[in-house]
């Protein structure tokens, strides 16, 4: 359920617009789901359709319903990636813009995001770009690397092509992500009105497990000759978006290993799985703790079926410890298991029947 100062502050409003038939009902709570409201493309080649994600977050108890995503212009199209978010559902508000729709010059358009559950509310949206012929334009229009593994990262290569500015000069990248590494820029021709140029990119090693997503923008300098009032040179960006899912090489099977229960002096085993995307064989297990004992084969293989087996102290309590797996031709870990275990004291053993004392 919704909190109660949510629901004063929503009765309020409801009185206040019952007699206007206000559509805006609950502006303030259905815009507290976005982080941001307003994206600029900038420059846009026409024919291109570049696109960004508006996220949207449930932060509420109740399911919200949207009834439907509108834009003012034809130059977006925008669709939810969800109808329905429950709490603490996440979802997004896809935005395309257009420019073959539309033609050349500024462009902006209001995207409008209505709710009809719980309540009637809605949140606006603006999206904005300067879309231009013989601009600048990149192929692919985005860097997608899928799903790539822990230390195989593949290199993108991506064509950066401009028309009607012969004097086009590639200066810089900059990124908004310490994932993503460029490798090269170089130019490629340069004829007439036609400039190309050819980057490189690839995700850095040193890039987290899961999903990485940013942005890289190339700086222009189109013509040396141009100064602005502070006579330095006039540069231009662009943007293209990135995108990659990085798995661990080894997958691990739970992901967390809890051991309840288990009574001083006593031992007790669980499987565990190893997933690898190519046959492997494990080298190494270790433990940051004392009491474990992996049984693992040597074989060569793309799947381990190992048996982790835990003989209990007598320090009782609670403890979090670490089981780290190496595999053959590599000196760093391949993967780590998270190990819960709860210590407990051992139980007296029953006595059999008729061993009382006379």
């Not at 046959?279 to 079926?305: M, W, Y």
Request: hydrophobic share 35%; charged share 25%.
């Amino acid at each position: 359920m919704f909190d109660q100062q949510f629901i004063v502050r929503l009765f309020a409003v409801m009185m206040v617009s019952w007699g206007t038939g206000d559509v805006l009902l609950g502006q303030e709570w259905a815009r507290k789901m976005f982080t941001e409201y307003v994206h600029d493309f900038k420059e846009v080649n026409l024919g291109e359709k570049p696109e960004y994600r508006f996220k949207i977050k449930n932060i509420y108890k109740e399911d919200i319903t949207i009834r439907s995503v509108s834009s003012s212009c034809g130059c977006t199209i925008a669709t939810p990636t969800k109808n329905v978010l429950k709490m603490y559902e996440e979802g997004e508000i896809l935005c395309q813009f257009n420019s073959p729709a539309v033609g050349t010059g500024f462009k902006q358009a209001t995207v409008t995001v209505r709710f009809d559950k719980p309540f009637v509310g809605e949140c606006q949206l603006t999206v904005r770009g300067t879309i231009v012929s013989g601009g600048i334009s990149f192929s692919p229009p985005q860097i997608e690397f899928g799903q790539v593994t822990e230390g195989n990262f593949p290199v993108k290569t991506i064509k950066i092509s401009a028309s009607g500015n012969p004097t086009l000069k590639v200066l810089d990248v900059k990124s908004t992500s310490n994932a993503i590494k460029v490798l090269s820029v170089r130019e490629t021709l340069r004829r007439g009105q036609l400039v190309n140029y050819e980057m490189k990119a690839q995700l850095k090693d040193s890039v987290d497990e899961g999903f990485a997503k940013g942005d890289l923008f190339v700086v222009f300098e189109k013509n040396p000759r141009m100064r602005d009032r502070s006579n330095r040179p006039v540069l231009t960006e662009k943007q293209i978006s990135f995108s990659g899912n990085v798995v661990s090489a080894i997958q691990i099977s739970p992901k967390l290993l809890n051991l309840t229960d288990v009574e001083v002096g006593k031992s007790v085993s669980k499987k565990i799985l190893l997933i690898g995307s190519a046959p492997f064989q494990i080298t190494d297990v270790r433990s940051d703790s004392n009491g474990f004992d992996v049984l693992a084969d040597k074989e060569t293989k793309k799947t381990h079926q190992l048996e982790v087996v835990f003989k209990a102290t007598d320090s009782i309590g609670t403890q979090e410890c670490e089981l780290t797996f190496y595999t053959d031709g590599n000196e760093t870990p391949a993967g780590a298991l998270k190990v819960i275990v709860q210590i407990v004291e051992a139980k007296p053993e029953a006595k059999p029947e008729g061993s009382g004392s006379v």
